[in-house]
């Protein structure tokens, strides 16, 4: 059929190089480019007028320029010294595709199918994968390893796209499986910031690769084809390889393996005596946990100095592999240490009635535990964060974060009613109540196995121990409330005379108070005027009348006396 046919795009593929190769991130660049220019929001057409923007930026910038007359196909230029004409196919190929899948969403939206429409779309898809093949070609000629990786999978996702929408589902898997197979070790290779790009890339593989296998009658089997590892512990693959989330790992070196080996006989050792423990105590283990991380330190200072070593050989990701798998076992190791020592604490928590006390804090004390609990749901991101994660891992480790989560609250209660705050600590431990029912996880094979039983242990003493601290704290509140209560009733019928500082002056309080005062008895009042008083006269003294008429006459003389003369005084002139 006419439409199967892909359009040819004049182009020479490069004979030789005239400069060192070129190191360009083409998977990242195109990600960051897509998210900045319209697609975090699905806006195709957007992007696609933003690469005609910039691919006529590039056209002037490289005077790579088609004249004013008849139009006719410039030829891309075998040798050049400028990595920027590597980005002028990256950026077509990125512009037809954004075209083509514009072209689908509208058709896909529109109240009838538009056969025109489609026909486009494939045309633009087809077109795509063509300049994607330029790329390809070229970065063989003028890039670095890495680059014609990157760009080789870049052109097979493309190429995938184009074969899903033509229905040819054979050719498509095979594509978009190489394509994933090339993001996933780029993802082990890469940092934190580029892994985002490369987890973004597997995602939208995904979808198109179930309906590849749906539409072939093998949506049962695996993506891979190669059905699921049944690896438990360090178990060995073929030929002695490791295996790590159902991925063979195969260590190139001997002396890395050897050091690899001597790790896992220390750790089955030391799991073996924490197994035969009923109460491990936790500084003595502490300090061997401590020993087997410093080795699994050496083995991965090891695997970096292999991989500075190997440079930009292909080698470098599976090296890349196996320090994800010493990163995993090294991070069980320091979760199993940590949960050790949060068993031993809880042990001493146990024993101890009230945390408010000096000799409980000298026994146990609740910060330790929460700092314990930091370092579990630390070490619990690192291993979240490593690659080949899948959905089980995902929810195993959602459900361990949660145990994490709900003891670091139980811890956190306790410190609140050590400082006296009980009613912080009840709220607390009453939330608790409702949230410590939950299913382990699933089971997950390798190192991981050992880490579920240390979870499910300290899962099922929980529900005991939040009722039982809760009882406590419900005891002490009622009790610190009568307390109260009595407090407030002593401190009401207390003398507001006396004062609370003795340097304060006593104040009287007004009003005043009533106080009880003594009367007569009413049989008194009834009784007295029926009572005849004694006659005194024979007693008192008798009054001289004589005298005393002389005394006022000599007063009255005095006084005649000294109003003459002071009249006299002042009637003269």
Same mark, same amino acid.
């Not at 390889?241 to 050792?269: G, N, Q, W, Y």
């Not at 809760?470 to 009568?482: E, F, G, P, Y």
């Given at each position: ?21 070129f ?9 960051v ?9 699905? !806006? ?9 923007? #910039? &691919? ?24 050049? =010294? !400028? ?5 002028i ?6 512009r037809? @595709?954004?075209? *083509? ?14 056969a ?12 795509? +994968? ?8 070229? +970065? ?11 760009a ?5 996702f493309?190429?995938?796209?184009w ?5 040819? @589902? ?41 309906? +590849? ?10 993506? !891979? ?15 002695? =390889? ?26 089955k050792?030391?799991?073996?005596e ?6 491990p ?28 070593a ?8 599976? @090296? #890349?592999?196996?320090? /994800? ?5 090294s ?7 940590n949960?050790?020592?949060?068993r ?5 928590? !146990? ?12 026994? +146990?004390?609740?910060?330790e ?5 930091? &370092?579990?749901?630390?070490? $619990?991101?690192?291993?979240?964060? $490593? ?10 480790? *959602? ?14 209660? $306790? ?12 709220? $607390? ?11 382990p ?36 509140? %009622? ?8 407090? %407030? ?5 207390? =003398? ?22 003594p ?7 009834? /009784? ?29 003389? /005095?006084?005649?006396?000294l ?5 006299? @005084?002042?009637?003269?002139?």
């Amino acid at each position: 059929m006419a439409s199967e046919e892909v359009p040819e795009v004049q182009t020479q593929e490069p004979e030789a190089k005239a400069h060192d190769p070129f190191a360009v991130k083409i998977l990242t660049t195109v990600q960051v480019h897509r998210s900045l220019n319209g697609l975090r929001h699905n !806006d195709h057409l957007r992007y696609r007028q933003y690469c005609s923007r #910039r &691919l006529r930026r590039l056209y002037v910038q490289l005077r790579f320029k088609h004249g004013k007359g008849r139009f006719k196909q410039a030829t891309f230029p075998e040798n050049f =010294d !400028d990595p920027k004409w590597i980005f002028i196919p990256l950026v077509q190929s990125e512009r037809a @595709w954004a075209f *083509g899948v514009q072209l689908k969403a509208d058709n896909a939206a529109a109240a009838a199918f538009n056969a025109r429409w489609r026909h486009h779309s494939e045309r633009k898809l087809a077109k795509a +994968c063509e300049y994607a093949k330029q790329l390809e070609a070229v +970065c063989k000629v003028h890039c670095d390893q890495r680059t014609q990786l990157e760009a080789e999978a870049y052109a097979a996702f493309m190429s995938g796209t184009w074969l899903t929408e033509r229905e040819n @589902w054979t050719e498509a898997k095979t594509k978009l499986a190489r394509s994933k197979k090339l993001f996933e070790h780029f993802l082990l290779a890469a940092d934190q910031a580029e892994a985002s790009a490369f987890r973004t890339y597997l995602q939208e593989l995904a979808p198109m690769l179930r309906e +590849c296998r749906y539409n072939l009658g093998e949506a049962e089997q695996d993506e !891979d084809g190669l059905g699921k590892a049944t690896a438990t512990g360090v178990d060995k693959g073929r030929d002695g =390889d490791l295996v790590f989330r159902s991925h063979a790992v195969s260590i190139p070196s001997e002396k890395i393996r050897s050091k690899v080996m001597k790790c896992f006989e220390m750790t089955k050792a030391l799991q073996a005596e924490a197994d035969s423990t009923e109460n491990p105590p936790g500084a003595v283990f502490a300090e061997k946990y401590g020993e087997l991380s410093v080795e699994y330190g050496d083995a991965l200072k090891d695997v970096h100095s292999e991989m500075i070593a190997a440079g930009a050989d292909s080698d470098t990701a599976d @090296w #890349r592999i196996v320090e /994800a798998f010493i990163r995993e076992a090294s991070s069980c190791v320091s979760v199993e240490r940590n949960l050790i020592l949060l068993r031993s604490h809880l042990g001493k928590l !146990d024993e101890i009635e009230d945390v408010s006390t000096i000799e409980s804090r000298r026994q +146990c004390r609740p910060e330790e535990g929460m700092r314990f609990c930091e &370092l579990v749901k630390e070490e $619990l991101a690192t291993l979240s964060q $490593l690659p080949e994660s899948s959905e089980d891992i995902e929810e195993t480790f *959602g459900v361990y974060k949660k145990v994490i989560l709900d003891y670091r609250c139980l811890y956190l209660a $306790l410190c609140h009613a050590a400082l006296g705050k009980l009613l912080e600590a009840a709220a $607390l431990l009453e939330m608790l109540t409702s949230r410590v029912d939950e299913a382990p996880g699933k089971e997950q094979p390798g190192l991981l196995l050992r880490l579920q039983g240390l979870f499910q242990h300290i899962q099922q003493q929980l529900p005991l121990r939040v009722a039982r601290w809760r009882c406590r704290i419900l005891v002490q509140l %009622a009790k610190a409330s009568k307390k109260k209560k009595k407090d %407030a009733e002593a401190e009401e019928t207390a =003398d507001l005379v006396q004062p609370k500082n003795p340097k304060q002056d006593v104040l009287a309080t007004f009003p005043p108070r009533f106080r009880d005062v003594p009367c007569k008895p009413l049989l008194f009042d009834l /009784a007295f005027p029926c009572i005849e008083a004694p006659d005194l006269e024979a007693i008192l003294p008798k009054k001289q009348e004589g005298k005393g008429r002389q005394a006022v006459a000599a007063v009255a003389g /005095a006084l005649g006396g000294l109003g003459s003369r002071l009249g006299g @005084w002042m009637g003269r002139k």
